[in-house]
């Protein structure tokens, strides 16, 4: 064993940094000092060898196992070392440019019950934020961690060659839990602050972009239903980003948000301090699955206009040649061959999109459904479509919600479905509705 370890330096050194948590710039260093000591006699693996004797660090089948630390046993400069922690606060995934390539990173606020540090997650591992994975309450088993200072606090990264072990089991796991509370739309008043609450998505708007003090920014606004009210949130900065990721009818889950007095009631806003979470698979999400979106508008086509979000139905009395699309795996955004314009490159997933024709007896509208949404119309689980399974899908009466926008070059209106609400629309109540409408 000991002869195979001689012929493996990197090796040594991975052993050295394991067992004293020292820099690798550090371990190197005290190598090159062995090896001009012996006159450059010394191989580069005998050096280290050597180093490792004298620090104390054993080799092979008597090595021990890696020590988990606690954060106040951190220092600057420490390199592969383990925590455990649990995760205190999480903010808002930011997005930069280096030297012409894009990146993401997540800052996150973690404890030990003793000590506070921030983590830095960086480009793949912020997806594990915008999936839920890693949120309030979270714990961690950090592997291979490095240590650095910033502002006197101490800040932890994850190298490529470490890893995140998200709520870990054993008997050695002992952290804080920390408890979440969620509210209720009814319960939040302007002036709340951390505002955790679970919404279905009734309503999105367009993205806007602002300069404040010389600087650009942007925001959007959706509104949210939980069964016991309707409250309308504003995305401030990055989480626009929302407008891409998530559709009406998709329930998403606010971390960190506040309160603000708004056009009628409260508003609550997600800032740089807050996280959004697209369908959560969680308890509290799966409770909201029957929620009906009563917020939002229902319009007869003839009613629509530019602009205009809300719930059509109708008869689909034509379907259009299905096309497709390569989106992002991950923000589900167009990618551009295999580059997306966030994620950077990725292996793209082919989407359909549907166009076709609704006539709700007032009005006659086409439409367009991508995705997931097409395949629901069509009653399908792959994007294989044919000529039998068109046929079959006209004369199917559905419920959509989704925006009215005016193309730019015929002039005439269409409608972006963001969402099927219904393929089952009852004859009879319709009848009814329609009877209604004449009379208005």
């Not at 070392?81 to 030297?99: G, I, L, N």
């Amino acid at each position: 064993m000991t002869a195979d370890i001689l012929n493996n330096p990197d090796k040594i050194m991975f052993s050295i940094m394991e067992q004293t948590g020292k820099a690798e710039s550090e371990i190197r260093g005290l190598i090159k000092k062995k090896i001009d000591a012996f006159g450059g006699m010394l191989t580069e693996a005998g050096a280290a060898y050597s180093v490792a004797n004298d620090l104390g660090v054993k080799m092979g089948t008597n090595a021990p196992k890696r020590k988990r630390l606690k954060l106040s046993d951190l220092e600057e400069g420490m390199e592969n070392v383990d925590v455990v922690v649990s995760v205190k606060q999480v903010f808002a995934p930011q997005t930069f440019e280096k030297e012409n390539k894009k990146g993401r990173v997540c800052s996150v606020i973690v404890t030990d019950g003793a000590e506070e540090a921030r983590l830095s997650l960086w480009h793949d591992d912020v997806d594990l934020v915008e999936q839920g994975k890693i949120a309030s309450g979270t714990t961690l088993l950090l592997e291979g961690a490095y240590v650095k200072l910033y502002n006197e606090q101490k800040q932890l990264s994850v190298t490529s060659k470490g890893n995140i072990v998200i709520n870990p089991e054993g008997e050695n796991i002992k952290v804080p839990k920390i408890e979440v509370s969620m509210k209720k739309i009814k319960e939040i008043k302007v002036g709340n602050a951390d505002v955790n609450l679970i919404g279905k998505i009734t309503w999105m708007g367009t993205l806007r972009t602002f300069q404040r003090d010389g600087q650009p920014g942007k925001v959007a606004n959706i509104e949210l239903v939980d069964g016991t009210g309707k409250i309308r949130v504003a995305l401030w900065g990055e989480h626009t980003n929302l407008l891409t990721r998530a559709n009406v009818g998709d329930v998403i889950q606010i971390n960190g948000g506040y309160a603000r007095e708004g056009l009628n009631n409260a508003e609550v806003n997600v800032g740089w301090r807050g996280t959004l979470i697209v369908n959560p698979q969680t308890d509290l999400a799966k409770e909201l699955e029957n929620v009906r979106a009563e917020g939002l508008e229902k319009f007869r086509i003839d009613k629509l206009d530019d602009g205009i979000s809300g719930e059509i139905n109708g008869m689909v009395v034509h379907i259009y040649d299905n096309r497709s699309f390569n989106s992002c795996p991950k923000c589900n955004g167009k990618t551009e061959g295999t580059v997306c314009p966030k994620c950077g490159n990725v292996e793209p997933v082919s989407k359909m999109i549907l166009p076709f024709e609704l006539d709700d007896g007032f009005g006659c509208i086409r439409c367009v459904a991508f995705g997931v949404q097409a395949q629901k119309i069509l009653g399908i689980e792959k994007n294989d479509v044919n000529a039998d399974i068109k046929l079959k899908s006209t004369g199917k009466k559905i419920a959509i919600t989704g925006t009215a926008r005016k193309d730019e070059f015929s002039g005439g209106l269409s409608f972006t479905c963001r969402n099927l609400v219904s393929d089952k629309i009852d004859a009879l109540k319709e009848t009814n509705e329609v009877l209604e409408r004449i009379s208005e």
